[in-house]
């Protein structure tokens, strides 16, 4: 999926930097306070990020968190550090991408959650830890070799651009990857922020002369994207038809997500009483054919409605 020899140039620092503060929970950047404990046989042996307080045990994390006034808690027993680094180490290869080396590191994590490894909030909990295969067979149905990605974030005044990236992808990885200074001098920033709803087709332009033919690009406002981040799962949908999204080109698995989050909603809000029951299954039965995630072993968007109180 990142090419060994990834490619990365004509990055804007600031645009960069932007999608960090984007992609982070905003409490982890208003006021970030996390901690970590390495303890031993219920003895705290060392206490990082917060003044020094008594060990509750793991029964009682969740309290010990707010006590310490941290947002976010690992602890740890002292032997598991050990024991993760040889099962990690163990299991990575020189070839391994870095999204298949994460992988085997959050496999290894996992195996030791609550049995010597412990989070506050319980991400691990929550979090599934699928093999890189089907990620890659996933990636390569929804985005054709040859093709780029495209994502803009326009600032809500619409005086300058937010972030951006363009992204190729060759050979079933991600080859090379910019930010818009790589077309700058084909459609300046200034003028594509004020007029973005028009000035978006030159980016599509630019990016296919420059780069590669995109397959899917999308252009929204900052707030438009954090409403659609912890909004419902149809919010995108509704966005897109409001035109305050706008997706173009559009491939033909995220229409069938977008009618799928449709009817999803629709059951999820109380509208389903209202349909008989027959139909109602049927809609199930469509909502979950529709669904490009089936070799996953898991959806994403379902994933990322369960996390998205932590990111508020």
């Not at 976010?72 to 099962?87: F, K, M, N, P």
């Not at 691990?124 to 990605?149: C, N």
Request: proline share 7%; with cysteine; charged share 20%.
């Amino acid at each position: 999926m990142l090419s060994a020899e990834l490619e990365l140039a004509s990055i804007d620092a600031r645009h960069w930097r932007n999608w960090w503060r984007l992609l982070a929970p905003p409490g982890a950047l208003d006021a970030p306070r996390w901690a970590i404990a390495i303890v031993e046989r219920g003895q705290l042996l060392k206490l990082i990020g917060a003044p020094a307080a008594p060990y509750p045990g793991p029964a009682h994390h969740d309290a010990w968190a707010k006590q310490l006034g941290v947002s976010a808690l690992l602890v740890i027993e002292r032997g598991v550090i050990a024991q993760l680094s040889q099962e990690i180490e163990a299991a990575l290869k020189p070839d391994q991408d870095y999204v298949a080396q994460g992988l085997v590191a959050l496999k290894a994590i996992k195996r030791h959650a609550n049995k010597g490894l412990w989070t506050v909030p319980s991400l691990l909990d929550v979090l599934p830890a699928p093999s890189y295969e089907p990620i890659q067979r996933t990636f390569d149905l929804l985005v054709p070799d040859g093709s780029a990605l495209v994502m803009y974030v326009v600032e809500n005044d619409r005086s300058r651009l937010h972030s951006s990236i363009i992204a190729v992808k060759e050979g079933g990885d991600i080859t090379r990857a910019a930010t818009h200074r790589g077309i700058a001098d084909l459609v300046p920033e200034a003028a594509l922020a004020k007029d973005w709803h028009k000035q978006y087709k030159r980016v599509l332009a630019a990016v296919e002369e420059r780069y590669a033919k995109p397959s899917i690009a999308c252009f929204v406002e900052r707030a438009t994207l954090m409403k659609v981040l912890t909004g419902p799962s149809d919010t995108l949908a509704r966005e897109y038809n409001a035109k305050t999204v706008i997706i173009d080109p559009v491939p033909a698995w995220l229409m069938g997500l977008f009618g799928g989050a449709a009817v999803a909603a629709m059951l999820g809000r109380g509208l389903a009483a209202l349909l008989p029951a027959s139909v109602q299954a049927r809609a199930k039965e469509v909502a979950t054919k529709i669904s490009p995630w089936s070799q996953l072993g898991f959806d994403p968007i379902e994933l990322w409605s369960r996390l998205k109180h932590f990111y508020r």
